[in-house]
């Protein structure tokens, strides 16, 4: 019979004593002496706190105690081996994943908006070196970051000119910081917009240092009504496209066409944010119209704020475009310096803007676009493909059936259209369905690629119009827990 450890705690090996053991040796090796360090003396004091919990004080000295304290700290060699090898694997691997959207919100914000197309990706990979961001190859001086985009951008718009800050939030804050601080702009009642992650007008406004004027009402905003809120303090005018809800009924807005007429007349200039924004008309693809950042242009607005990364499909960004002189200033601003976007967000901006050049190709080269044009009859098909995997691998603890369901764009674009569409809806055979669906939802979150649905009516739904590697979906079907 072996002598009983004086503390129970005396049965977990010391920290040198696991770092030699061959299998954790190894891991140190290949990971690194640090971080194996760190896993040892977590799994360690993992090991100590299950015998505290385990209740086995002083009192409890003995065989009983000895045994007990034995298994509980997995002083097998290959178990704790293994414990601190899964430790170091999860520390080193990176937080941000690739997941299956099957949401059905084809621009959600949560899981990183838009993917991006091929061409972004090798720009982006080709940006990570040295590059002559802002390096003039000719002359051999100093450049201009914006230089990578701003023909482009004028091309594409019709504007002067264009400058690019990190997110559309950061155009809005810098264009009236710079064209309105300490000075008041008008905006309708009706298009004070909130969205997501507290960006709202009134208190962007604030922070650009601008006082908002507010106009009109909730449903009906005149003419006149700017006209009569224009004095001699007025800097701009601006329109906020409501992008994320609708105003029905008995409405009334004023077009940019007509308040640029106003805005001219009385020297000022007319700002304009899109929010999303495009730059092609989306009808093509059989989607509801969009105001493109060209139309908005021609119509005569001075300055036009749009996202990078809602439907333009491309990374988050924040595009301006506009007048020569007005471009400018915003340029100049020193808080221009603070909102730049940095190397690799300005290569992969330049790819997908090259592929607007080429509008008919865009639908086969824009993934944004591509799952938003996808057709019902297509995604049914694909939702058909997947459902017996999906029903081998839950292992008839659910039920699982295609159904007809909406996808929407998301990020606030066009807030009441859908897409028709089609899902994979998983019902659990088990009585109390709202853990059971929590469990399913967890399981699936856990995959190697987590998979992202929605619970709905008892149901655990997935939808398939953002599902374009069914084969990859598949293969990991067999790593999920049996609900
Ligand atoms: C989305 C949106 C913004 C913010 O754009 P980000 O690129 O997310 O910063 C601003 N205004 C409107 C109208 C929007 O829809």
Partial sequence: MSQAPASPHQSVPSVD???????VAALAESHGRQPVTAAVRAAIDESRAAIDAAGIGDAARGEMAEELATALAGLEETALTARIAARVEAAAAPSLKPVFNLTGTVLHTNLGRAPLPAEAIAAMTAAAASVN???????????DRDSHLE???????????ATVVNNNAAAVLLTLNTLANRKEVPVSRGELIEIGGAFRIPDIMKRAGAKLVEIGTTNRTHLKD????????????????????AVQGFTKSVGGKELSALAR????PLIEDLGSGTLVDLTRFGLPHEPTAGETVAAGVDVVTFSGDK??????????VGRRDLIRRIKKNPMKRALRPGKVSIAALAAVLRLYRDPDRLAARVPTLRLLARGEAEIAAAAERLRSPLAEALGGGAEVSVIACQSQIGSGSQPIERLPSAAIAITPAAKKKGAALNRIAAAFRALPVPVIGRVH???????????????GFVAQLGGLSQP
């Fill in 17 to 23: 004593r696991v770092l030699n053991m061959a299998g």
């Fill in 133 to 143: 961001l802002e390096y003039d190859l000719k002359s051999g001086r100093r450049g």
């Fill in 151 to 161: 023909d482009l951008l004028a091309e594409l718009t019709g504007a002067e000119a």
């Fill in 226 to 245: 700017y006209a009569e809120a224009i004095g001699p303090r007025t800097a701009a005018l601006m329109k906020v496209h409501t992008s994320n809800y």
């Fill in 265 to 268: 007349e009385h020297g000022l």
């Fill in 311 to 320: 439907l333009l499909g491309g990374p988050q960004a924040g595009l301006i």
């Fill in 457 to 471: 009516d008892d149901a655990f739904i997935l939808d398939c119009r953002c599902l374009e590697d069914e084969a």
